[in-house]
Structures are given as structure tokens and as C-alpha cells.
């Protein structure tokens, strides 16, 4: 089945430390997302790809980067971890035809992190 | 600046029963999409019903509908017949046409499903 796959599932680090998760999709969408969602919370977009197009939202950390090196994968870079980036980080696709089109996103299972 | 409310932080229904989530939104954008997601307490985000603005039928999905009044500026989402793994953080999101990409997302109600 197509899908979006994210490794880990669950990831523990230690404060400071980089950690990076990935992202994989096999429904060959042109636009890639990653959102941040603590607990109880909606999530937040953090940035997004389209096609090669890195967009980043106003409020993302610098700490926070993202590399998308084809159309299938997309990593989440977290330079130096605080305890603060504790969360779920969620991926997610979706494929944009032309504007106006309002396809869904398609999210992966997600990878909670635990900074210790 | 888009904005989606759900004022329901929590709610129960027994199970068989029909529920109702709130929703309701605000942008000045004429072309806009409406979702609803289902998070269970495993974490992943699952589509569940679509309602474009120029739609003029609400969207139903098997047990799912979508109560759509434009003038109010409101999107329900109607799960009838409750099952016990309707338990979940259910989201409210919606998408404009002159910012495609983004969906902004309501604050989540979570659903407990009482056998």
C-alpha cells in the first residue's frame, strides 16, 4: 500500500545532542510537511517542501532544519536539542495539482522524542 | 490571518450513539477546504472527510458526515452510531486557496466512547 513512513517510531536523545528523523512516502506527492505537536495540541507546522522549495514557517527555530534529497525522503535535522523539543513530529504529504485543489494530507505514523 | 475554534475540549458518548463536534471558522477567502482528522492515542493523523466551500451537499464518509452551513461559518462533523474505537482526538483543519499548502488546525476535541 502507498504510504508515509517515519523512522524511528520513538526516539530518545540526550540534551544538545542532534538527532535526526526521517520521513519516507511512496505516493510520489510533491509537497512534504513537518509539524511539531506537544501534547494534547494541535499540531504545528514547522516547515514544508515543495518539490525542491524549502518553506519555512516565520516561528520555526533556527535549530530545527530539514533536508528533502528526492521526492520519496525528507529528514528532520534537530541541531542541539533542548527539552522543550520534547514531541510527537509528525510528517505528512500531500500532492498539489493546481491551485485550488484541496487534496488531503496524508500523515505518517509519527516519532515521539524524548530529550533527556 | 486564517482561524479554526472547537470549543470542546472533551466529550462522552455512549456507545451506539450518535455525537457531534463542533467547528467553526473564520478567513475572508471565498475558496477554502474544510477537514476533519482522527488522532488516536497512537499518534498518527487519520483523514477522514473533506468539504470544499463550494460544495453545496455536506460531505459523508460511511459513519461520518460533515454539517456544512456557510453562513455560519460552521463545519460539524457528525459520527453516528458510536464505536468503542471512535475514541480519539478528532482535529478541525482547513486549507485556502490563496495559501494552498497550509492547514491550519483547530485545538482537537477529545471523543471517549463509554461501552
Known amino acids: 500500500d502507498a504510504m508515509v513512513i517515519q523512522n524511528p517510531r520513538y526516539q530518545v536523545t540526550q540534551f544538545g545532542k542532534p538527532v535526526t528523523l526521517s520521513c519516507s512516502q511512496t505516493?510520489?506527492?510533491?509537497?512534504m510537511y513537518w509539524y511539531q505537536q506537544k501534547s494534547s495540541q494541535a499540531p504545528k507546522l514547522l516547515f514544508h517542501y515543495y518539490d525542491k522549495d524549502f518553506n519555512n514557517e516565520a516561528d520555526t527555530p533556527d535549530n530545527f532544519q530539514s533536508r528533502r534529497p528526492n521526492t520519496s525522503f525528507c529528514f528532520l535535522d534537530i541541531r542541539s536539542p533542548g527539552l522543550g523539543d520534547a514531541a510527537m513530529y509528525l510528517c505528512?504529504?500531500?500532492?498539489?495539482?493546481?491551485?485550488?485543489?484541496?487534496?488531503?494530507?496524508?500523515f505518517g505514523p509519527g516519532t515521539r522524542l524524548t530529550v533527556l | 490571518a486564517q482561524k479554526i475554534t472547537q470549543t470542546q475540549p472533551g466529550m462522552f458518548v455512549q456507545e451506539k450513539e450518535a455525537v457531534t463536534l463542533d467547528c467553526t471558522y473564520d478567513?475572508?477567502?471565498?475558496?477554502?477546504?474544510l477537514f476533519w482528522y482522527k488522532q488516536p492515542s497512537s499518534g498518527e493523523m487519520i483523514f477522514l472527510i473533506y468539504?470544499?466551500?463550494?460544495?453545496?451537499q455536506n460531505a459523508t464518509e460511511g459513519r461520518y458526515s460533515l454539517n456544512f452551513q456557510k453562513a455560519r461559518k460552521s463545519a460539524n462533523l457528525v459520527i453516528s452510531a458510536s464505536q468503542l474505537g471512535d475514541s480519539a482526538m478528532y482535529f478541525c483543519?482547513?486549507?485556502?486557496?490563496?495559501?494552498?499548502?497550509?492547514?491550519?488546525f483547530g485545538a482537537g476535541t477529545t471523543v471517549t466512547v463509554r461501552a
Open positions: 468539504q470544499g466551500s463550494y460544495d453545496e
Open positions: 505528512a504529504t500531500s500532492r498539489v495539482y493546481n491551485e485550488g485543489s484541496y487534496n488531503e494530507q496524508f
Open positions: 505516493l510520489n506527492h510533491n509537497v
Open positions: 483543519a482547513m486549507r485556502v486557496s490563496s495559501n494552498d499548502y497550509k492547514l491550519s
Open positions: 478567513t475572508s477567502d471565498q475558496s477554502y477546504g
